[in-house]
């Protein structure tokens, strides 16, 4: 029986970033088992914890940001909560902050609909910041953009434009900073690599893709025009 | 290749990780992993499983040896695993050389390389993980500056194909051996001695098998004429055995895998040895005698996996489980403590029997995934010949109280191309798995499946049936075709194994030391991961048999004679000679041999002169 409630807050950085998004929920079962917290099952065969995630990262991709919601059947101080679950995660995995949610709460996936990615890819050749900035606004300029994807089903090739919220990007030394801001959604989205690609290959610049390092910035709620974190009352309100 | 540093491999392999598949194998700083200062210990020990990650994680023995290595103060022992075929040729593609998971180290700056053989199919793996580390293969190439590189498990009872390659051998359980032998290292690091010299000290320890020490003679007609020892060496090499299991190291820390591995729970070794003596099994041979762990041995290492992994399932291994004398107080206790935190239990090995299915049923009070059952031959006579001490009253019983406990799915293991089958045999499978479909359809339970496994018997040394030929792989596939056809009905699924690839590890299972060669060249032509069907390259093997004039047939389809010196003379795992001899002639007059843990000694000899017995503790 599901007695407590919380919303975590963490980090998915360095080595962390490569546990796949599956093996991610046994970490964290694992983790809070050797805790010495009790979690509440689901009903049911087959019991399962409830750990419920915000958005799956791609595996390579690390996250300042992630949030993830776990039921107790005991009720506990938050704080010991953090204090003891850290102890026992991955390095990597670092928890920012929690709160308590009351039961009935959206589910983080119900509720999480933008995120924000900063990309940094190695320059092939020389590029300078003004042909960047008009690269950028030329592909961002564009009402459509076909991207092909190699899916289960084949390659499928589908608009990304509509994905997208935000782009910039600025040179610093060697490389290519890009700050992506992006819809998600029950139909998917776009993947921010994919949106790199594509701006390399439309509007002809030279950047190194096989060097190219991701790093989700954040999830959020966005709601008429604003921006809330899933850990604001205004966000778990709606 | 370059000599590269771990923070230049590290800073390289990082920047193609996210690319190969499943990155998560390559990390080694999975919890619990041991990460010990390299200038702070004295003897480096890189522990090698010649298959992937997930497969050697799974693997008790490796996660048994690693955490002993470590408990050592002066010693240091990292792991290190075939990289999948992707991740091999990025790093062959970047020059980056075989590395130890947990510091990138190249393995190559160890003072010991240690390969576990569990199986024949991964002798390759072997040679190709030694050439990706930069280590000359051969052992009379190799100097001073390289690592030792040794060997133990399974197949080191004939390792006669690796001979050339591996320095030692260590036979038998390694877990007071393996620690004397690193203390030998520590002092050879300190005061070298000539190679002949240090190695002459290794043949001291108990189960030490140093090949360059024996020279085999060959007769015309391709037999063996005679092994010799150096004068200096024990004729004969006996297996190290763990006397006192219930005092022996166990790793109640193991390592938590952040991807999901083939055996992905805790493991909670209750015994060692099985001693039901089926004439096929190697390991019932190998692993004498039974030794079991008490009760308070077993609660205190489950108390302390659970809390030191967060594991939701613990199993009970052990070549028999059924047979351990405390297993109803066990389970019993391990469920009553633990069904709070949902850590379930699982059995992997069971019995034939109804009681073996009351214990299931408790076990898994929810999930009925599947039974299963190796009843192994189809007729009670071919059970009698192989000394495997069930009925088909036995197994129907078992399976008419897992269907009345709501399994519908069951599981049928049988072996074909055993000494003396015959067609009535092969029927004899058809009919125990329509006879157990319609006792599921009789019994009421929908989805009935069941699934029938045949696996193609392939001799083993040491075992009663060392002397036996394999059967033709053309019969084989017959007799697959046979069953395939017998077997079609849509409440029955059949599996069986590629026969090429059996033929192949019966080569490697009764070969010698001239099929080194052979192996080298396989490699040298792409050969690796032979256990994956999708990675088995058959022609190439027949190429490399065929180019070094060696004749597969010579190995694996030859009777044997009591009197030929088999290539495992001098390897010796305490069963004697009399008793393999007798058993194979009770098989062939298909009269049974009881299990010596319920009436008198069978008088394998493993018991006698070596102060040991078989120790039960219910």
Redo the contacts between chains.
């Keep these: 029986m599901s007695v407590l409630r919380v919303r975590i807050a963490y980090t998915k950085l360095e080595e962390a970033k490569y546990i796949a998004h599956l093996d991610l929920a046994r970490v964290f079962e694992r983790s809070i088992r050797r805790a010495g917290i009790r979690m509440a099952y689901s009903e049911g065969f087959n019991p399962h914890p409830k750990i419920a995630f915000g958005s799956a990262l791609a595996v390579g991709v690390e996250g300042e940001r992630e949030y993830v919601d776990i039921e107790l059947q005991q009720d506990m101080d938050l704080k010991e909560i953090i204090g003891r679950l850290q102890e026992q995660l991955p390095s990597g995995i670092r928890l920012i902050e929690g709160r308590v949610v009351a039961q009935g709460t959206k589910a983080l996936m119900a509720v999480l609909n933008a995120a924000s990615y900063r990309i940094t890819v190695p320059l092939g050749l020389p590029v300078s910041e003004e042909r960047l900035q008009e690269g950028i606004t030329a592909w961002l300029r564009r009402g459509q953009v076909p991207y092909t994807r190699y899916s289960k089903k084949g390659w499928v090739e589908k608009d990304i434009r509509p994905w997208i919220k935000e782009l910039t990007g600025r040179i610093q030394g060697d490389e290519a900073v890009f700050e992506l801001e992006v819809e998600v959604g029950n139909q998917g989205s776009v993947r921010p690599e994919e949106v790199i690609a594509s701006l390399c290959d439309l509007e002809n610049l030279p950047l190194d893709l096989d060097g190219l390092n991701t790093k989700r910035t954040g999830i959020y709620v966005s709601y008429e025009g604003q921006k809330f974190s899933p850990m604001e009352h205004e966000a778990i309100g709606k | 290749m370059s000599a590269k540093t771990a923070a230049e491999i590290r800073k390289q392999v990082e920047?193609f990780?996210?690319?190969v598949l499943?990155?998560?194998r390559y990390?080694g700083?999975?919890?619990n992993s041991e990460r010990k200062d390299w200038e702070l210990t004295r003897v480096h020990m890189a522990f090698a499983f010649p298959d992937v990650y997930e497969v050697g994680m799974s693997h008790l023995g490796t996660r048994i040896l690693y955490h002993l290595v470590n408990s050592y103060e002066n010693f240091l022992c990292e792991r290190v695993f075939a990289p999948w075929l992707d991740m091999e040729e990025k790093m062959r593609e970047r020059e980056i050389p075989l590395y130890a998971l947990e510091s990138y180290r190249p393995v190559k700056d160890f003072d010991v390389l240690g390969f576990t053989l569990q199986y024949e199919m991964s002798f390759s793996n072997i040679l190709n993980m030694l050439e990706l580390a930069g280590i000359p293969l051969r052992t009379k190439d190799r100097g001073p500056q390289h690592p030792w590189i040794i060997a133990g498990g399974p197949c080191a009872y004939n390792p006669e194909p690796l001979a050339p390659f591996v320095d030692f051998f260590m036979l038998g359980e390694s877990e007071e051996t393996l620690p004397e032998l690193l203390k030998l290292i520590e002092k050879q690091k300190e005061n070298p001695v000539a190679r002949e010299e240090f190695l002459l000290k290794v043949t001291q320890i108990e189960g030490a098998y140093v090949p360059e020490f024996y020279e085999v003679h060959y007769q015309e007609d391709g037999r063996i004429k005679k092994i010799e020892a150096d004068p200096r060496v024990p004729q004969t090499i006996e297996k190290a055995i763990v006397r006192d299991l219930d005092g022996a190291f166990y790793p109640t820390n193991p390592i938590?895998p952040?991807?999901?591995i083939v055996h992905d729970r805790m493991m909670l070794e209750v015994m060692r040895g099985c001693s039901r003596g089926c004439r096929f099994c190697q390991a019932g041979m190998l692993y004498r005698p039974v030794r079991e762990r008490s009760p308070e041995t077993l609660l205190r290492h489950a108390e302390e996996l659970?809390?030191?992994?967060?594991?939701?399932e613990i199993s009970l291994t052990s070549l028999s489980t059924g047979d351990y004398t405390c297993i109803q107080p066990v389970v019993r206790s391990i469920l009553d403590k633990y069904s709070?935190?949902?850590v379930s239990v699982s059995l992997p090995s069971l019995r034939l029997d109804s009681f073996d299915v009351k214990l299931a049923e408790e076990v898994q009070k929810?999930?009925k995934s599947g039974l299963t059952f190796a009843p192994e031959a189809g007729t009670q006579r071919l059970r009698d010949v192989i000394n495997k001490g069930v009925t088909e009253e036995n197994l129907l019983q078992a399976t008419e109280s897992a269907f009345k406990a709501g399994w519908s799915t069951i599981k049928l293991y049988f072996m074909i191309g055993l000494p003396t089958e015959t067609q009535e045999d092969l029927n004899g499978i058809v009919s125990m798995a329509k006879k157990v479909v319609e006792l599921g359809t009789r019994m009421g339970r929908r989805n009935v499946t069941v699934t029938v496994s045949t696996s193609s018997f392939v001799p083993k040394s040491h075992t009663p049936f060392q002397w036996e030929p394999q059967e033709g792989m053309a019969s084989l596939e017959q007799k697959q075709k046979y069953l395939r056809e017998k077997l079609r009905d849509r409440r029955i699924k059949y599996n069986y194994h590629d026969v090429k690839t059996s033929y192949l590890e019966a080569v490697f299972a009764k070969g010698d030391r001239r099929l080194a060669d052979v192996l080298e060249r396989a490699v040298k032509e792409g050969c690796k991961f032979d256990g994956w069907s999708e990675h088995f390259k058959y022609e190439t093997w027949l190429q490399s048999l065929e180019e070094l004039g060696l004749d597969p047939h010579f190995y694996a389809n030859r009777a044997m004679d009591y009197d030929d010196v088999l290539p495992w003379n001098h390897l010796a795992s305490g069963v004697s000679k009399r008793y393999l001899v007798g058993e194979h002639h009770q098989a062939l007059k298909e009269i049974t041999t009881k299990d010596c843990r319920y009436i008198d000694c069978t008088g394998c000899g493993i018991c006698t002169d070596r102060g040991i017995q078989i120790d039960l503790k219910g």
């Design positions: 920047r990780l996210p690319k499943k990155p998560s990390l700083s999975e919890w938590v952040y991807m999901e659970v809390k030191s992994t967060g594991y939701e709070e935190d949902k929810v999930r």
